[in-house]
C-alpha cells in the first residue's frame, strides 16, 4: 500500500535508485508487503550543534545517520554553528535543506550558536548574508528571555522585521523564527515571515493571520516538554518560570486550534543541543495527541512536508525515498517506531557505507 490514499501498487526502483514509470525486467524484491511512506521529514531538526556549541562534523555525521535510520530522509536544518554542506555531497545521508546560521542579539539566544547582532538595524543586511549561505531558508531568534525585563520578550523591532523579511525574499530565502510567547509574534506574522517555529504563545487573533497568511508552525511539541525543566532552572526569574509553565500548558490546545483553523502544521523534532536524533516517530504521535489525524500527522512529517518544501514524492524520475512499515501506521502510529525498511535513493540504509 503506497500512502497517502490507499493505493495497492507496486513501486519499481531503476538502478540509479530512482522510482522507475513501470517494471523493470530481472529486478530484486525488497519487500513484497507493507505501508511505504515517502522518506519521512524532519522539518525543525539540527546537525551539527550539540550540547555546547558546535560539534565536529564525524559527530554531526552520527546525528545524521541516527535520523536516518528512524526513516528521516529529507531535513530542514533551522540553524547549525557548523557548516554541514560536506555532509550535502554524501549519498549515505539523509538531503538536508540548511538555514546557516540562526540570527539573533548579544545575550539573547543560547551562547555560541547564533550569529549576534550589537545593531538590530543589521538584521536585513545579515539576513541577505545568510540567505546566501542556506539553502533557501533563513532562522531568526524570534524571542528569548531578557533579563532586564524578567521574562520572554521580542529581538526586533517591527519595522526592521518587514525590511529584513523584504531582503530574504528578494534573495529568493524563506524566513523562519523561534518564538515562545506571544509578543514576538505579531511583528513576525504581519511582516510576512513564511513559519513560526514552536509558537507556543500563539492567540486565535494570531492563528486566523496565519491561516489567512498561509504562515506554516512548527510546534516541535517533543521540545515543548521541556519547558518544565526550563522553568525550574530559572529560579531568579519567576515571571519568566511561569510564562513558561502557561505555554507548556496549553501547547497541545494551540495546536489543535491551529489545525482547525487551517494553518499548515508539520512535524519538527528540534533535535541538536538537549534533544536526541531519531525521534521523529515520537513528534508525529505528539501531533496526533495534539489533534491532527493520524493520517495528516504522519503526513505532516512526510508528503505534506515535502510538498511544502517543494521536495517531490514518490512520482517516476524521482529519487527513491521511502520508508515501509509491517502494519498500516495510520492504524497505530507506533508502527513508526520500527521500520520495516528505510531506502534512500533505493538503497537499504543498512547496506549502505559510508565514503
Ligand atoms: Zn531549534
Redesign the pocket.
Known amino acids: 500500500m503506497l500512502l497517502p490514499g490507499e493505493r495497492d501498487t507496486e513501486l519499481w526502483i531503476t538502478e540509479d535508485g530512482l522510482v522507475a514509470d513501470g517494471p523493470i525486467g530481472g529486478a530484486e524484491t525488497l519487500a513484497d508487503r507493507g505501508w511505504i511512506v515517502p522518506g519521512l521529514v524532519d522539518a525543525?531538526c539540527?546537525v551539527g550543534l550539540g550540547t555546547t556549541g558546535a560539534t565536529t562534523l564525524a559527530q554531526a555525521v552520527e546525528q545524521a545517520e541516527t535520523d536516518r535510520d528512524a526513516g528521516t530522509l529529507l531535513i530542514r536544518d533551522?540553524?547549525s554553528p557548523l557548516d554541514t554542506r560536506p555532509l550535502q555531497s554524501r549519498a549515505d545521508l539523509p538531503v538536508i535543506i540548511r538555514a546557516a546560521r540562526h540570527v539573533a542579539r548579544p545575550k539573547r539566544y543560547v551562547p555560541g550558536l547564533a550569529v549576534e547582532l550589537d545593531d538590530p538595524a543589521l538584521l536585513p543586511d545579515e539576513v541577505t548574508a545568510q540567505a546566501e549561505n542556506g539553502d533557501g531558508w533563513v532562522k531568526l531568534v524570534g524571542d528569548w528571555i531578557d533579563r532586564g525585563v524578567g521574562d520572554l520578550a521580542p529581538l526586533w523591532p517591527d519595522d526592521v522585521l518587514v525590511e529584513a523579511i523584504e531582503a530574504a525574499h528578494a534573495a529568493g530565502a524563506k524566513v523562519t523564527a523561534?518564538v515562545f510567547g506571544t509578543d514576538a509574534l505579531y511583528g513576525l506574522v504581519r511582516a510576512g515571515i513564511d513559519c513560526i517555529?514552536h509558537g507556543t504563545g500563539l492567540t486565535d487573533e494570531l492563528i486566523v493571520e496565519m491561516a489567512g497568511r498561509g504562515t506554516a508552525l512548527v510546534p516541535?511539541l517533543i521540545?515543548v516538554e521541556n519547558f518544565p525543566g526550563i522553568a525550574a532552572a530559572a529560579t531568579r526569574y519567576p515571571a519568566y518560570a511561569a510564562h513558561m509553565r502557561q505555554l507548556y500548558d496549553s501547547a497541545d490546545d494551540v495546536v489543535r486550534r491551529a489545525v482547525q483553523a487551517g494553518v499548515p502544521v508539520y512535524a519538527g523534532t528540534?533535535a541538536?543541543?538537549g534533544i536526541g536524533h531519531g525521534r521523529i516517530a515520537e513528534e508525529i504521535v505528539a501531533l496526533r495527541r495534539a489533534g491532527m489525524s493520524a493520517s495528516a500527522a504522519l503526513g505532516a512529517a512526510s508528503w505534506a512536508a515535502r510538498d511544502w518544501l517543494g521536495r517531490p514524492g514518490l512520482t517516476p524520475g524521482e529519487r527513491a525515498d521511502l520508508v515501509v512499515y509491517p502494519t498500516d501506521p495510520r492504524t497505530d502510529l507506533t508502527a513508526l517506531r520500527e521500520p520495516g525498511l528505510v531506502l534512500l535513493r533505493g538503497r537499504p540504509v543498512d547496506q549502505l557505507s559510508a565514503p
Open positions: 525543525h539540527h533551522c540553524g523561534h517555529e516541535t521540545n528540534d541538536g543541543g
